[in-house]
């Protein structure tokens, strides 16, 4: 099991690495600009890249916890994200002022879905009381209001008031809700590195 955890913090790792590295070269306001728009850039291709080490790096821990006899439904929530982080790369976005096609639904829905997901599996892990338990249900809390922030403006748009991410910190909420959902699975797979952390984790299957 070490090393699926060892494959799922490297697959992390490296993904952030490529999501980092896209976001310097690419000159984008990180306050307004979403990260589904870095697409669009010439080194484009490392967000897809970068979203798939996430989902690869989300099934490698998930595996790690199923064999530790985690609750099925924290396996289920983990491989759902990754299968969301997925999505998110295979299917881009729309370019802004273009009409929702069916690329960019799914690549809506699913982000939303993602988003979602990981602080309901924080909340399940921290309930074990494993370990770092207070740190994982802070960061599933922190997710789970900047998430709020993030779906108020396509709410107010949906009642024809124009609101663009030029008037709003969309970037800077979206952003919060992916670093802290990538510490929450970061400290699903620390958490197993401890014996007794791992016999925490199967009381609850």
């Given at each position: 099991?070490?090393?699926?955890?060892?494959?799922?913090?490297?697959?992390?790792?490296?993904?952030?690495?490529?999501?980092?590295?896209?976001?310097a070269?690419?000159?984008l306001?990180?306050?307004?600009?979403v990260?589904?728009?870095?697409?669009?850039?010439?080194?484009?291709?490392?967000?897809?890249?970068?979203?798939?080490?996430?989902?690869?790096g989300s099934?490698?821990?998930?595996?790690?916890?199923?064999?530790?006899?985690?609750?099925?439904?924290?396996?289920?929530?983990?491989?759902?994200?990754?299968?969301?982080?997925?999505?998110?790369?295979?299917?881009?976005?729309?370019?802004?002022?273009?009409p929702?096609?069916?690329?960019?639904?799914?690549?809506?829905?699913?982000?939303?879905?993602?988003?979602?997901?990981?602080?309901?599996?924080?909340?399940?892990?921290a309930?074990?009381?494993?370990?770092y338990?207070?740190?994982?249900?802070?960061l599933?809390?922190?997710?789970?209001?900047?998430l709020?922030l993030?779906?108020?403006?396509?709410?107010?748009?949906?009642?024809?008031?124009?609101?663009?991410?030029?008037d709003?910190?969309?970037?800077?909420?979206?952003?919060?809700?992916?670093?802290?959902?990538?510490?929450?699975?970061?400290?699903?797979?620390?958490?197993m590195?401890?014996p007794?952390?791992?016999?925490v984790?199967?009381?609850?299957?």
């Amino acid at each position: 099991m070490k090393g699926l955890l060892v494959s799922g913090f490297t697959a992390i790792g490296t993904g952030a690495g490529a999501m980092l590295t896209l976001h310097a070269e690419s000159g984008l306001d990180p306050l307004h600009s979403v990260i589904s728009e870095y697409a669009f850039q010439a080194s484009g291709w490392l967000l897809p890249a970068s979203l798939t080490l996430f989902a690869v790096g989300s099934g490698l821990i998930a595996e790690a916890l199923r064999r530790s006899g985690a609750n099925r439904w924290v396996v289920a929530l983990l491989v759902a994200w990754g299968a969301s982080m997925f999505l998110i790369g295979a299917f881009p976005t729309d370019r802004p002022g273009v009409p929702l096609s069916l690329s960019g639904g799914i690549h809506r829905y699913a982000a939303f879905a993602a988003f979602l997901v990981m602080p309901a599996a924080g909340f399940l892990l921290a309930k074990a009381r494993i370990r770092y338990a207070r740190t994982m249900r802070v960061l599933s809390g922190v997710a789970l209001g900047a998430l709020l922030l993030v779906v108020v403006p396509y709410v107010v748009r949906m009642f024809g008031i124009p609101l663009s991410n030029d008037d709003i910190p969309a970037g800077l909420t979206q952003r919060v809700v992916v670093v802290t959902e990538i510490g929450v699975l970061a400290l699903a797979g620390l958490s197993m590195l401890r014996p007794a952390a791992r016999r925490v984790s199967a009381a609850l299957a």
